[in-house]
C-alpha cells in the first residue's frame, strides 16, 4: 500500500526560494496522478495542481500557475513543489495527496500526506 | 476557477440527518459528475469520503451519501454521530485536469 511521506517544518523569509517534497512508498508511482493542496491557518482547501510522472504532464490552477513549480523525480518516487522568491502568503501547510485511480486526470484525492507547514517572515 | 460555494457552518443533533450544499457552475459542478466530498478534523489531513458523486471509498460509513442537482451537488449524512463534527469540503472536476474546492463548511453535533 502506498504511503506519502511529506519533508518537514520549514521556516524561510519572504524572498527566499524552497522546495518541498513528498515521497511516495509503495508501487505504481508513475502510474498515479499527485497534486499539491494549500491551506492557509484556518482557511479553506485550495487545489494548486497535479503532476503525472510517467510523462511528467503537469497542470495548474490559474491562481497557483506562475506562482509555483510542480516536479517529478522518478528515481526516488518523489514530488516537489517549489517557489522562487516567498511572499508572506505563502505561509500555509501544503498537502501532497494522490489521485484514487490509475491514470486518472479527472479524479479525487484518495490518499494524502501528512502535511508540511511553511512559515514566512518579513 | 473560482471556489465552489458551500455554507459556513451546519449543526444537528445526533441521529438526525444534515445536508451541505456545494453550489458551483457549468464549468464545474454542472459540467461533470466528477464532485467528490472530504472530511477534516482539526490539525489532520483531509479524508476522501466520497468520489464520483456518490461513490464510497472502502471502509467509509454508507451514512455518507452524495447527490446533485444543475449546479449544486450535496453531501447527506444521516445518523450523525459525534464523530462526525468536522470540517467537509466538496471539490469538482472542471476541465483540462484542474479541479477547485468548495469554500468548507463547518459541522457541528450538538
Known amino acids: 500500500e502506498m504511503q506519502l511521506v511529506q519533508s518537514g517544518a520549514e521556516v524561510r523569509k519572504t524572498g527566499d526560494s524552497l522546495k518541498i517534497s513528498c515521497e511516495a512508498a509503495?508501487?505504481?508511482?508513475?502510474?498515479?496522478?499527485f497534486g499539491w493542496v494549500r491551506q492557509v491557518p484556518g482557511k479553506g482547501l485550495e487545489w494548486m495542481g497535479i503532476?503525472?510522472?510517467?510523462?511528467?504532464?503537469?497542470r495548474y490552477s490559474p491562481s497557483f500557475a506562475g506562482q509555483v513549480t510542480i516536479s517529478v523525480d522518478k528515481s526516488v518516487k518523489t514530488v516537489y513543489l517549489q517557489w522562487s522568491s516567498l511572499k508572506a502568503s505563502d505561509a500555509a501547510v501544503y498537502y501532497c495527496?494522490?489521485?484514487?485511480?490509475?491514470?486518472?486526470?479527472?479524479?479525487?484525492?484518495?490518499?494524502w500526506g501528512q502535511g508540511t507547514v511553511v512559515t514566512v517572515s518579513s | 476557477q473560482s471556489a465552489l460555494t458551500q455554507p459556513a457552518s451546519v449543526s444537528g443533533s445526533p441521529g438526525q440527518s444534515i445536508t451541505i450544499s456545494c453550489t458551483g457552475t457549468?464549468?464545474?459542478?454542472?459540467?461533470?459528475?466528477?464532485v467528490s466530498w472530504y472530511q477534516q478534523h482539526p490539525g489532520k489531513a483531509p479524508k476522501l469520503i466520497l468520489f464520483?458523486?456518490?461513490d464510497r471509498p472502502s471502509g467509509v460509513s454508507n451514512r455518507f451519501s452524495g447527490s446533485k442537482s444543475g449546479n449544486t451537488a450535496s453531501l447527506t449524512i444521516s445518523g450523525l454521530q459525534g464523530e462526525d463534527d468536522a470540517d467537509y469540503y466538496c471539490?469538482?472536476?472542471?476541465?483540462?485536469?484542474?479541479?477547485?474546492f468548495g469554500t468548507g463548511t463547518k459541522v457541528t453535533v450538538l
Open positions: 495527496a494522490r489521485h484514487s485511480n490509475l491514470a486518472a486526470v479527472d479524479d479525487a484525492f484518495e490518499l
Open positions: 509503495g508501487y505504481n508511482f508513475n502510474n498515479y496522478w
Open positions: 503532476i503525472y510522472p510517467g510523462d511528467s504532464d503537469t
Open positions: 457549468t464549468s464545474d459542478v454542472g459540467n461533470y459528475n466528477l
Open positions: 464520483r458523486g456518490n
Open positions: 471539490s469538482s472536476y472542471a476541465g483540462s485536469g484542474i479541479s477547485v
